[in-house]
């Protein structure tokens, strides 16, 4: 196992990861401050509601992730909001996301459980380009819930780390076999967000900022 990731690092290196990105250069004691306080308010309330946004957003980009899940088939996006099996599956998601704030502190140390959880979701039928959506989604979950206390500077430090978990699953998939490519950085661009060709139901003010 060793050696597969060494060799995948090496790959994606050349693929156009940076070693920075890989290995959490620059992240500050602000940024984790930061992530914590606006972790801690996104997990009040109906979290698992609010996460499922981190799903339509894969769910827009990539409509084939649907078939994935078997409980969603046709669903619109109220039915998906509603959805008790989706929810579910959020809620591990939100346990793998604390736990990846819980350990900001020393994420480098991290490495080896984030390349394995990549390579395992080779297995299931995960693609490299699917990554980049779901970071996206939960950008977008956060700023849709927590507005104006989403600040820039949090989304900053957010992506900043969310950076390390991008490449370090990236090099565990290939590692367990996915077809490599060029890899690219983390960038929230401005574009209309749809749903079966309807407009996701959010607030006007975020579209416009493209999150």
């Known amino acids: 196992m060793g050696c597969g990731f060494s060799k995948s ?7 156009g990861f940076r ?8 992240l500050t004691r602000k940024d984790i401050q930061l992530m914590r306080s606006t972790w801690a ?12 946004y981190i ?8 409509p084939e992730t649907m078939a994935k899940f078997h409980f969603i088939a046709g669903s619109t996006e109220k039915e998906l ?5 989706l929810q579910s599956h959020v809620g591990k998601l939100v346990e793998r996301i604390t736990v990846f704030v819980d350990t900001l502190d020393n994420l480098p140390a991290h490495t080896n459980d984030w390349q394995e959880l990549g390579r395992r979701h080779v297995g299931y039928g995960v693609k490299l380009e699917y990554l980049k959506d779901v970071v996206y989604g939960i950008v977008y979950a ?14 900053t430090a957010w992506l900043k780390a969310l950076q390390f978990v991008h490449a370090n ?10 077809v490599d490519k060029k ?6 661009g401005k574009k209309q967000l749809s749903f079966r060709g309807e407009p996701v139901a959010a607030d006007k003010s975020l579209q416009k900022q493209g999150v």
Do not use: C, H
Request: glycine fraction near 8%.
């Open 41 to 52: 308010a996104f997990k009040e309330g109906d979290y698992q509601r609010d996460g499922t």
């Open 9 to 15: 690092r090496k790959l994606s290196t050349k693929l």
């Open 55 to 62: 799903f339509l957003i894969l769910f827009t980009d990539k």
């Open 169 to 178: 699953m990236w090099d565990g998939m290939v590692a367990g076999g996915a």
């Open 183 to 188: 890899p690219s950085s983390l960038t929230i």
């Open 19 to 26: 070693t920075e990105e890989r290995q959490l250069v620059g």
């Open 81 to 85: 909001m509603d959805n008790v099996l």
């Open 142 to 155: 956060m700023k849709r819930k927590l507005k104006a206390r989403y600040s820039q500077e949090a989304k």
